[in-house]
């Protein structure tokens, strides 16, 4: 089983599957992503936004958490990534 997280907005939900965990997780950014367009930066809430998988007596281990892409002179943008071992997510930038 997997679960999709958005922490900001409080939603967690169970997935069967880990496509339709990633489906939730992307259309959460999109939502992030319209939002940081009409405001010109993202929210923090953006880096609550992971897909997890989770095992016997509800082990969660992560897997994928929105990560900012991208530069200051071309923009930011949010995608799915894979959680890197050890690190955690790194902190939203100014600017879009």
């Not at 997997?2 to 259309?27: K, V």
């Not at 281990?61 to 690190?87: H, K, R, S």
């Amino acid at each position: 089983m997997f679960r999709y997280e958005d922490r900001e907005c409080g939603e967690s939900h169970d997935c069967d599957t880990l496509e339709e965990a990633m489906a939730a997780a992307n259309e959460s950014l999109t939502y992030y992503r319209q939002d940081a367009v009409e405001i010109s930066e993202w929210s923090t809430g953006v880096e609550g936004v992971r897909v997890s998988r989770v095992e016997k007596d509800d082990v969660v281990i992560p897997l994928f958490c929105a990560t900012y892409v991208g530069n200051e002179d071309e923009g930011y943008d949010v995608q799915m990534l894979p959680v890197p071992e050890g690190v955690a997510p790194a902190a939203a930038p100014a600017i879009i």
